[in-house]
């Protein structure tokens, strides 16, 4: 577990799982806001469930391969990190060719909290967990346009870029990542 002064990040239990249902809920809806993609209510709302069961998931199954951190400040979830098996999305753009890694997801900070660092700190955290498990690679993918520009900073450029995955206009990006 890391602790800073400001937040720290630990695995998540089931006594957090409400509290980080709400950061995907806050987090997914304003992404799609700062996309333009409001009006897509079935998309998020589809989007916020796949994450809340991903997450369920992780707590209910005794030998669950998909792991989350929750970053935390003064008891309260205000970010999230998952790694799991390679999801539908990425093995369609990248043409299967990841199929065999695992998938660096479900990063979401509650918007009031953006800007401050747990995002990298999640990423870091997970890195290290991923590190000492032996895994040396691990993809991951987004579809909105802020998070491409961050994800390109972090990690370079894609490993897949697939043009009008979302309808018209839209670009998908896949990363293939070292954890080192």
């Known amino acids: 577990m890391i602790k800073t002064n400001h937040f720290s990040i630990a695995v998540l239990t089931k006594a957090d799982y409400e509290s980080t249902c709400q950061v995907f809920e806050e987090s997914i809806l304003d992404a ?6 409001e009006h897509l209510q079935e998309d998020i709302q589809s989007e916020i469930d796949v994450k809340k069961q991903k997450a369920l998931s992780s707590l209910e199954q ?43 997801g479900s990063l979401y900070v509650l918007p ?35 998070a491409q520009i961050k994800w390109q900073h972090k990690f370079g450029e894609p490993f897949k870029v697939v043009k009008d995955y979302w309808g018209p ?12």
Not at 32 to 37: H, K, T, V, Y
Not at 112 to 138: C, D, P, R, V, W
Not at 169 to 180: A, E, F, P, Q
């Open 169 to 180: 206009d839209s670009v998908h990006m896949v990363w293939l990542c070292n954890v080192r």
């Open 32 to 37: 799609f806001n700062q996309e333009g993609l």
């Open 62 to 104: 005794a030998n669950s391969n998909t792991y989350f951190f929750i970053a935390k400040i003064d008891g309260t979830v205000v970010g999230t990190i998952s790694y799991g098996p390679c999801g539908e999305t990425i093995q369609i753009c990248a043409e299967h060719q990841l199929d065999h890694l695992g998938e660096l």
């Open 112 to 146: 009031s909290y953006q800007g401050q660092g747990i995002g990298s700190a999640l990423i870091k955290e997970m890195m290290t967990f991923l590190n000492e498990q032996g895994i040396g690679q691990f993809c991951l993918d987004s579809g909105y346009k802020r």
